[in-house]
T-cell receptor, first 113, second 112 residues
Framework: DTAVSQTPKYLVTQMGNDKSIKCEQN?????MYWYKQDSKKFLKIMFS???????INETVPNRFSPKSPDKAHLNLHINSLELGDSAVYFC????????????FGPGTRLTVL | DAKTTQPTSMDCAEGRAANLPCNHS???????VYWYRQIHSQGPQYIIH???NNETNEMASLIITEDRKSSTLILPHATLRDTAVYYC?????????????FGTGTRLTIIP
């Protein structure tokens, strides 16, 4: 059974479009996260979401917004896509907050043309 | 958060112990040392973490020096499937996640 799943695996789109990446976890975890891994392979946290509390990395543009319809899902919406948004985006979840062991999804490779 | 430094790459023969060093000389008293790895094209995978005592689990052992300024991750019997990028991160116990960044890590290649 897949613990943390993301869709789509690949996403190619034009600049200026709005897109979403979905994430689901079946581990019963309380906290979910989004990370961005850029071309230099730096993996940086974007958001964490726990019991309706959202913690945002202040460097993330407000074009990015997480949406959590329920505890098992944390979707990432991106408005007005830019070339620099091209990266691999990873969803993760953990039982608690802080740095409890995080389980990562397989990643979504976003390419903005 | 304490900055960590790791060698860019390392090789290890299959079946031997892989010892991956990490320096965290500015670590503070409430910061844990975490290790994750990322196998090519997959999401990161948690390995182990510790505060000041040495730790061991089914995947690896973590040796932290007494002054806590460095640590070593040990994979006791490396296999080809252990080829990955290994990240060492220092995280405070009251971590709020807002600025977490994994560094470039160590690219470990297991040689047959």
């Amino acid at each position: 059974d897949t613990a943390v799943s993301q869709t789509p695996k690949y996403l190619v789109t034009q600049m200026g479009n709005d897109k979403s990446i979905k994430c689901e976890q079946n581990l019963g975890h309380d906290t979910m996260y989004w990370y961005k891994q850029d071309s230099k392979k730096f993996l940086k946290i974007m958001f964490s979401y726990n019991n309706k509390e959202l913690i945002i990395n202040e460097t993330v543009p407000n074009r990015f917004s997480p949406k959590s319809p329920d505890k098992a899902h944390l979707n990432l919406h991106i408005n007005s896509l830019e070339l620099g948004d091209s990266a691999v985006y990873f969803c993760a979840s953990s039982q608690g907050s802080g740095m409890d062991e995080q389980f990562f999804g397989p990643g979504t490779r976003l390419t903005v043309l | 958060d304490a900055k960590t430094t790791q060698p860019t790459s390392m090789d290890c023969a299959e079946g031997r112990a892989a010892n991956l060093p990490c320096n965290h000389s500015t670590i503070s008293g409430n910061e844990y040392v975490y290790w994750y790895r990322q196998i090519h094209s997959q999401g990161p995978q948690y390995i182990i973490h510790g505060l000041k005592n040495n730790e061991t689990n089914e995947m690896a052992s973590l040796i932290i020096t007494e002054d806590r300024k460095s640590s070593t991750l040990i994979l006791p019997h490396a296999t080809l499937r252990d080829t990955a990028v290994y990240y060492c991160i220092a995280i405070p116990s009251n971590f709020g996640n807002e600025k977490l960044t994994f560094g470039t890590g160590t690219r470990l290649t297991i040689i047959p």
